[in-house]
DNA sequence: CTTTTCCAAGTTGTCTGACAAGATGTCAAC
DNA sequence: GTTGACATCTTGTCAGACAACTTGGAAAAG
């Protein structure tokens, strides 16, 4: 499947972006009118209009009819967290994984400290789950995530689980990790996966912070390793 | 001034976000189209798609001509960062520095491993400027700051100083900040400060990563109780 | 001279209609 | 069964018109 064809106010909307980005326009300041845009892009002024749309939906400005449109931020709202990273780089993958490493095992040797039985009964659940999904060979995206979250979820601390989502989730593209759980299956490595999930989940249930931390960050160094030689074969 | 009139675009927009977000659209699925969606909000078709543009801009949809809009998350990209955090309560400030223990702890281990001489001067340097400004009985919260980014960049994984970036100063309001910079010096916490920051650099400059950690581990646990003890004080 | 009112010009918001480009499904021919 | 033609639907863009609002300057009023 080729990409789609970009259409005429994606560029528009990231010149803007750029542009206030770098102080062409100051916070505060009233973006070029429209029409002026139309004439600068040669587009139509529907187009122009869709450009800025996106840049209200990034929280970057706000129109005001008869007016003009007003930066009231420099970067859309959450840019920072993504920034430098190029999806077709393996060193921005292996970053992303090693900043996870970090919070993902603190995350294990929490959970294996807070834990409630029900907390316990969802980690076994998921763990139960990814099973299930790698008999069938089917991806195992979904649930491999679904694992890592309800041990997130355990540490009873919310900003676990929404850091796990966004680095987890957002910050590498759907169809790499498409990709990924395909070549998991097809690399015959999902018993390995499932042997390290369960130390995880077992030390975690037996209150041994230690061995839980240990487990996890043993199974995530597995996993950077798993994701170099994938990526170094399928280049 | 008063809010700006809503345009006729924005509540479209957010109607499909609340539909996507709740499971009516999954991911894959087709939205309804631009032509029936004008009818269901009895709007024109400009204004339906400034609100796809608006979802576009969020992640959530991507729109192939001639074939349809497609749900491509069910979440705004970098939704998830700030929810839930109540900077009035002291139970989400001590969730994000539970988080930025994590992140740290690593983040000093791996500068043991990897920092290059320049490095291990910058964070020398950073110590020095907060030595400086604990002498002068000024703030130190920036000075604090840059310790710990100059620490997080010896990391040599730009995610280590933005995740920082975010949580040691995005995600708590400034005024909190200064405020906890202030009450430090009152209650002569600084010279502790300064040991530990001490002992963190010179394992760092030693190359001994568990110390690093540890150190880290120790200094951000003290942070902790420190900042309860501030908080219940002036409750 | 100062303040208020009015108005022209400019700007965003919305609508209508038309056509282009592309995707999808059906049917006929091979 | 496969391929090509075609109709229908869908998104992308353009042009034109009018509504609603803002701003700044000029004129009128005090």
Sequence with gaps: MLKPKPNLSAPIAQALREAIGQGQFAIGQKLPSEANLTALHSVSRPVVREAIAELRADGMVEARQGAGVFVIRQQPIGSALFEGIDPEKLSSILEILELR????????????????????????????????????????????????????????????????????????????????????????????????????????AARDAGAAGAAMRAHLQGSQQRYRRMLHRSA
Tied chains: 1, 2.
């Design 101 to 204: 490493t970090a919070v993902e095992v603190e995350a294990a040797s929490l959970a294996a400290q807070r834990r409630s039985p029900a907390q316990e009964d969802a980690i076994f659940s998921a763990l139960k789950a990814f099973e299930e999904a790698a008999a069938a060979q089917v991806s195992t995206v979904e649930s491999d995530l679904a694992f890592h979250l309800a041990i997130a979820s355990a540490t009873n601390n919310p900003r676990f689980p929404q850091f796990l989502t966004m680095f987890g989730r957002d910050a590498i593209p759907r169809d790499r990790l498409a990709a990924q759980g395909q070549e998991f299956i097809a690399d015959g490595y999902l018993s390995q996966i499932q042997s390290e999930h369960r130390q995880i989940a077992e030390a975690i």
